[in-house]
C-alpha cells in the first residue's frame, strides 16, 4: 500500500513538473499584457483572447500553419514508408556486408544536423531546389531512427509465418504487406509520432533554405515574433500554444500505440 502510495505521488508529481511550463504558457497568452518578469502565476485577472487576435493580424498563421502540417505529414508517410521497406530488407533479407551497412546506417545517428547544413544547403543549391517546399522536404525523407525501430519489430514477427505464407505462393512483397506491416502497426504509429514532432518542430533547416514568407513554418513564424529590443510576451506564447496544440492531439491520440510499440521493440 505504500509503495502505491509513493508511485502515485512520485507519477503525480513528474506530471505537475511537465505541465506546468504549457499551463504557464497558456496563462501567459490570455493575460492582459502578459510578461514574464512578474514569474509564473496561475491565477489572470480578466483574462482576455487579444494576443490570440494580435497574433493572427501579426502572421498568416494558417498558411504557416499549413505549410506545417503538409511537410509534417508528407515527411511522416515517407518515414514509413522508407524506413519499413528497409526494415525489412535489414530483417529478412540475406546479403553480404548487411550488418556493416546497418551500423554504417546507425552511425549516422551520432552525426548533429548541424554538421550537414551546409552540404545540405549546397546541393539544394545545386540542384536549383532553395527556397521550395521540396528542399524542405527532402532531408527527412528517411529516419535511421525509425529504420532501427521498425527493424526491432520485424525481427520480432515469428518467422514461421513468412515460411507459411511462402509456401502457399507468396513473394517478399506480399510477405511484407499482408503479414509484417499489420503486426507491426504499433511501432508504425510511434515512428509516425516521432517523425511528426520532429519535423513540425524543425527550425534550423528551414531557417537555412527558406526565404519566401509564404513558404514559412511555425517555428520560423514565431520566431519573427521576437523583437529586438522589446517582445509582446502575450503573442509568443500564443503562438506557441498554437503551436503545441496540434502536437499534443496527435500525442493524445496515439498514446497506446506509442506505448505498445516501444514495449514490442523492446526499447527501455
Do not use: C
Amino acid at each position: 500500500m505504500r509503495s502505491t502510495i509513493v508511485r502515485v505521488v512520485g507519477v503525480a508529481a513528474g506530471a505537475a513538473v511537465m505541465l506546468a511550463p504549457f499551463l504557464w504558457t497558456v496563462v501567459t497568452s490570455i493575460t492582459p499584457d502578459g510578461s514574464l518578469a512578474g514569474g509564473p502565476t496561475l491565477i489572470v485577472e480578466d483574462p482576455t483572447l487579444a494576443a490570440y487576435r494580435e497574433l493572427l493580424d501579426a502572421l498568416p498563421m494558417w498558411r504557416i500553419a499549413f505549410n506545417s502540417f503538409w511537410i509534417a505529414a508528407a515527411s511522416t508517410l515517407f518515414q514509413l514508408v522508407t524506413g519499413s521497406m528497409a526494415a525489412y530488407g535489414f530483417a529478412r533479407l540475406a546479403f553480404r556486408g548487411k550488418g556493416l551497412v546497418f551500423g554504417l546506417y546507425l552511425a549516422t545517428l551520432m552525426v548533429p544536423m548541424q554538421v550537414l547544413v551546409v552540404p545540405l544547403f549546397i546541393e539544394m543549391k545545386t540542384l536549383n531546389l532553395q527556397d521550395t517546399y521540396l528542399s524542405l522536404l527532402a532531408p527527412s525523407i528517411a529516419s535511421a531512427f525509425g529504420v532501427f525501430l521498425l527493424r526491432q519489430a520485424v525481427e520480432s514477427v515469428p518467422r514461421e509465418l513468412d515460411e507459411a505464407a511462402t509456401i502457399d505462393g507468396a513473394g517478399h512483397l506480399r510477405v511484407f504487406t499482408t503479414i509484417v506491416l499489420p503486426l507491426i502497426r504499433p511501432t508504425l504509429a510511434t515512428v509516425a509520432v516521432f517523425a511528426f514532432m520532429g519535423s513540425w518542430n524543425s527550425f534550423l533547416w528551414p531557417l537555412v533554405v527558406i526565404r519566401s514568407p509564404e513558404l514559412m513554418t511555425l517555428p520560423l513564424g514565431l520566431s519573427t515574433l521576437q523583437g529586438q529590443f522589446t517582445t509582446d510576451w502575450a503573442v509568443v506564447m500564443a503562438g506557441s500554444v498554437f503551436s503545441v496544440l496540434p502536437i499534443a492531439v496527435v500525442y493524445l491520440l496515439a498514446q497506446r500505440h506509442i506505448i505498445a510499440g516501444i514495449a514490442h521493440t523492446g526499447i527501455k
